[in-house]
């Protein structure tokens, strides 16, 4: 990184693969909208089952109600929560969404 004159850094990015992107490639699943919120689910974890809607219904209602819990670890930005250890996560980012995802996905 250079420093510019008023001696703050700065990064340029090499690349970037937007959420759009990743979608578009069949990476991330759009399944719907919670609360205004957009829901997407990792392609991995979409295929294990939950291209049933209710099965997916059930884990959705379940990750938003552990993501309306305060943790310690959430930010303003981000909050993340183990649904099932070692199997599945859910990730609420600001401007994203919730994403439900396999940890080896992240």
């Known amino acids: 990184a250079m420093a510019s004159s008023n001696g703050k850094q700065h990064c340029n990015v090499i690349f970037a693969y937007t959420q759009a992107q990743a979608i578009d490639d069949g990476v991330l699943v759009h399944v719907g ?7 997407i ?3 991995n974890l979409f295929a ?3 291209e049933d809607a209710e099965k997916r219904r059930a884990l959705v ?3 938003v109600e552990m993501l309306k819990k305060p943790d310690p670890e959430d930010s303003q930005y981000m909050k993340l929560r183990v649904i099932e250890k070692d199997k599945i996560w ?3 980012n600001t401007g994203e969404g919730i994403t439900f995802l396999k940890p080896e996905d992240y």
């Open 33 to 39: 909208w919670c609360g205004g919120m957009k829901v």
């Open 41 to 43: 689910f990792t392609s």
């Open 48 to 50: 294990e089952g939950y």
């Open 61 to 63: 209602m379940k990750g």
């Open 90 to 92: 859910v990730i609420w």
